[in-house]
């Protein structure tokens, strides 16, 4: 998608958002590629409070990023798709991070400490964070049936959108939509 056209198609449809969330059509009409396989639901959802680890043996909650929007994606070291997306994962947080936003990365299942700290390292990536589900309780209380998943949360801590399969989180689209849901907040 060109710039312009992205620019023009922005602009336009930011006139739709709200205080909520920004309308699901006008979300919708950014999708392009593997984006497309983005689903929004028509209102916000509760997520799990169940709690995970990180590999320094600390717990932690997504209640830690309440305030934030989050992409929050489940993964694992032995999923193809999932080791092929982190890179783009965190250029999402290289460029998007902060006070505002967060890009929450959960190994999910087997999935042992050397194995996550080599591929983080082979990729080159120290903007992720370290967490694990080793038990897959929080995963299988989210509906995380196959990897990678990916979810977006509201600043309220509610899911907003879902992906299942991997996707190209860096893209010009998938930044349009992140932009369009943040300004909507």
């Not at 080791?83 to 991070?97: D, I, S, T, V, Y």
């Not at 995380?144 to 959108?161: H, K």
Request: overall charge negative; hydrophobic content about 45%; proline content about 4%.
């Amino acid at each position: 998608m060109g710039f312009l056209r992205l620019a023009v198609l922005y602009t336009a449809l930011g006139l739709f958002a709200n205080t909520a969330m920004a309308d699901t059509a006008a979300l919708e009409a950014l999708r392009e590629g593997d984006m497309k396989k983005l689903m929004f639901h028509a209102e916000p959802v509760a997520v799990s409070e169940v709690e995970f680890g990180h590999l320094d043996g600390t717990t932690h909650s997504l209640e830690e990023y309440r305030g934030k929007w989050v992409v929050l994606n489940f993964w694992a070291t032995w999923c193809a798709p999932c080791r092929k997306e982190m890179p783009m994962l965190a250029n999402l947080q290289e460029e998007f991070g902060g006070d505002d936003f967060a890009v929450v990365t959960i190994a999910t299942g087997r999935n042992s400490p050397q194995g996550i700290k080599r591929f983080f390292e082979e990729i080159n990536v120290n903007s992720l964070p370290l967490y694990v589900d080793p038990r897959n309780g929080l995963a299988s209380r989210m509906g995380v049936m196959g990897l990678p998943v990916t979810l977006i949360l509201n600043p309220e801590g509610q899911e907003v959108a879902r992906m299942m399969g991997e996707a190209t989180w860096d893209s010009d689209s998938a930044k349009a939509i992140l932009r369009m849901l943040m300004a909507g907040s």
